[in-house]
DNA sequence: TCAAAAGTGTTGGACCTACACCCATGT
DNA sequence: ACATGGGTGTAGGTCCAACACTTTTGA
């Protein structure tokens, strides 16, 4: 067998960078309230010229996934160090309408204030979008041996620039106790199939959330610990209470000694987080 | 910007199929032992002929990943239709010696008897292989934002054909709470980055083991609660209580009317997968 | 009879949930 | 003064680890 005859795609790398930032707020005592945000390129050259999508770039010969990544972000949004994880590769025979592209994806976490984001490379805008999820409708079947959830979820990014509507179809069949989730896209202002590649993203940063420290990404290097909740609540959809909350993380950070002042109420003792932690052995 | 210009690697796709099988015993009482075991495939062909490795193949023109992994399996080793899900995808220049190769993992697991493996297309034999693992070295630094956890690991695989040892360095850095892991292969009988890509998908399955029901895909259709919990032991790799076991997967699991008789001991009834089963929700 | 495994009950402790309450601040 | 958030204590329940104990079988 010669290699010749093996069929060659492309591969590029897809980033899904996700942040939290705090709106501005008119009563003085009030906290910000905290949004969800993606950020997004407007593509500058076909296919899909004009469309808002997620940075990516092809992986050139030399070229490690993370190199790649890296060298993305850097050339398109001027972003660099920051956290990023391998997600999910996509290979879809028909997800570029060119020819067969192949793309990873990988998620990235930034504090906001840490990074200056800029339209680079190829890009024509760049911008942070807030994210909503809408579940439109949801259809649960209990069969022989498991059970079928079919959802479809609405997923609004919000900019000064845009508003991008996305329906997805994602549905979740439980067999023999094997989730099998496979997602369609029912309507995308996205290019590509990227309103798939950020449910996905979506989904796996609200699971990592409940058992790793992963949100911590999100946070500059001092917060408080209600900022800290805030950040909780709004990935995990719901509200904690207070006194538990601080309790579960209490052991994740350390008190330093400095205060957040100046802001109408008494002032919030600043923590770190404890780069010593670890998940519960036994 | 012409798509020409683009670099296009070659893809494949790597199946890590696992399974756990009891090992005959010689005292009529006692219940058989279990071993960990992963399927092998000797390479017909160049590079690496001769060796053992991971059943794989490339990707055809229009194929999906799921499909080119069934078929490799189909094709390869005579499996089909069982539990699989995709891992990690390898990206490494020179993973490869002949030219870039890019690979995608999937992990699967089977029920040892309800397959029935045979040597297929390009493979001169096929074999299950025993699991052990050894920590050779292991050194922790704690550091200023985190610490570093560098293991030297032993894969030893063993069959009645040929024990394949192989040596990985696993490095775990905790960098601001996130798990930084790289692996570097120190020595191995595995074709390619095989040995790499084992012991990552030895990881994953391990644990998911704990806050899934990923295990019940190496169950036959009708079990023991104790043939289960020595699932989870050989998977977890430490023992259990048997109470306290029982009561964790009580409400996996639903009771059937049949009994395992003949064993020199009091017979148990046999359990099915509760395929109903959720994890918690509030 | 008895070794081996099947199967169940109990107890103390850790942790989680919900709620209540007091404290400190800037305007 | 007071609205707002900062911060802590407690009671009740649930879950889990560890251990002890009884039951049933086949040779």
Redesign the interface.
Known sequence: ?K?EE??????TVDTIIFTVRDLNVDNYRKLPEKKFQVLLVKRA?EPYKDKWSLPGT????????EEAVNRCLQEKTNIKDI?LE?L??W???QRDP???V?S?SYMGLVDIGDIQIKAGK?VEDIEWFNIKLNTIKEKTK??????YKAEEIEILLESKQATLKNRVKVVKE?????TIIYTQILQSDLAFDHAKILIYAIERLKNKVE????A??LMPEKFTLTNLQQVYEILLDKPLLKANFRRKVSD?VIETEEYEENAGHRPSKLYK?N???QPHVF
Do not use: A, C, H, L
Request: proline share 6%.
């Open positions: 067998m290699k093996y069929f060659k795609p492309s591969v050259g092809f992986v050139e010969k030399e070229e490690r996934f956290y391998q999910y590769s290979g879809d025979p060119r020819e067969r192949i990873t190829n209990e069969k022989k041996n498991g059970y439980i067999v023999n106790g094997n058992y790793t420290t992963i911590f990404n994740m987080f780069p010593n932690w």
